[in-house]
């Protein structure tokens, strides 16, 4: 059974830091390239960032977390990370972690996100 499970999510205050962390099962994790994406209410989801599965590792950042946020991945330890700094309020929503394209069936839970001002 395939699983993305994000965690690392929290409150913080605006300017505040999370690292977040999507840990895969299931599937060969080195083959694959992995989104975070993110929900806020009464929005669409959206990629947030993406890394790819080569060994040269190329990285993509929606535009207004560019400079703020910087994924990584662990391939020994089927994990990828999202390191989030200098959070905006605008940054609350859910995260969620997916192969990149996203398949329907491998959504996980997400981890909640929230930035206070």
């Known amino acids: 059974e395939v699983q993305l499970q994000a965690s690392g999510g929290g409150l913080v205050q605006a300017g505040g830091a999370l690292r977040l962390s999507c840990a895969a099962s299931g599937f060969n994790f080195d083959d694959y390239a992995i989104g975070w994406f993110r929900q806020a209410p009464g929005k669409e989801r959206e990629r947030v960032s993406c890394i790819s599965s080569h060994e040269s590792i190329t990285t993509g950042y929606k535009d207004s977390v560019k400079g703020r946020f910087s994924i990584s991945r662990d391939n020994a330890k089927n994990t990828v990370y999202l390191q989030m700094d200098s959070l905006k309020p605008e940054d609350t929503a859910i995260y969620y972690c997916?192969?990149?394209?996203?398949?329907?069936?491998?959504w996980g839970q997400g981890t909640q996100v929230t930035v206070s001002s």
């Open positions: 997916n192969t990149n394209p996203w398949r329907d069936n491998y």
